[in-house]
């Protein structure tokens, strides 16, 4: 697995600093390769509201990026909806999709390989098939234990924590992340496997 720690000093084990800041958005065509490659984005969660944690570490929003020259960008990660499923169904976890552009405010990039046995076809497109199989509006979007916290309550769940089991119910495994600097309170609470089988019951 390689960390690319885009807020870490030049020269770090595992990261480098980014370059100067650019006004552009960032391009789909910058990340495209000609076979399907698997990297996670880290991002200050909820933009300020993930520095709550001061004077700890600010806290990681994760999102998976597939990219490839063929089928374009694909975004995917675990948002708490809003107000479009009705007040029923507010701050209830659903997967949230979006192609051909990449997130912003990225500090963190870690490529992710495919499991033993696996192509990088086959990885992407499980990733993307699982995610449409996952039962949105079913588990509460809860913050992390204290608020402040690098962990969940047992049995809470957040965006990091659908990361997590997204990629569990694919690998066989939760990947070992480093990200210096930071805290992805979520990671170490992925949620069940049954979530991504349309198995879970309201």
Not at 14 to 42: C, F, K, N
Not at 73 to 101: F, S, W
Not at 126 to 150: C, D, E, H, M, T
Not at 178 to 198: D, N, R, T, V
Request: proline share 9%.
């Amino acid at each position: 697995m390689t960390v690319q720690n885009l807020a870490t000093e030049p020269g770090a084990a595992r990261g480098m600093r980014a370059g100067p800041a650019s006004s552009a958005p960032p391009s789909a065509s910058q990340a495209q390769h000609s076979e399907p490659t698997v990297t996670l984005y880290g991002r200050i969660a909820a933009d300020l509201l993930g520095y709550i944690s001061w004077p700890d570490p600010p806290s990681l929003h994760f999102s998976i990026v597939i990219d490839d020259a063929y089928s374009g960008i694909i975004v995917l990660d675990g948002q708490p909806t809003g107000m479009e499923a009705g007040i029923r169904n507010m701050a209830l976890i659903k997967t949230n999709r979006y192609d051909n552009a990449l997130p912003g405010g990225a500090v963190v990039k870690i490529a992710l390989q495919p499991p033993q046995g696996m192509s990088r076809q086959e990885f992407a497109h499980r990733l993307v098939i699982n995610s449409q199989k996952f039962v949105s509006y079913v588990a509460p979007y809860a913050l992390p234990q204290n608020i402040r916290g690098s962990r969940m309550r047992a049995g809470e769940y957040n965006s990091g924590s659908y990361v997590a089991g997204l990629l569990q119910s694919v690998m066989g495994h939760v990947p070992t992340i480093s990200a210096p600097g930071f805290q992805a309170p979520g990671w170490e609470s992925p949620m069940p496997s049954h979530f991504f089988k349309g198995e879970a019951i309201r």
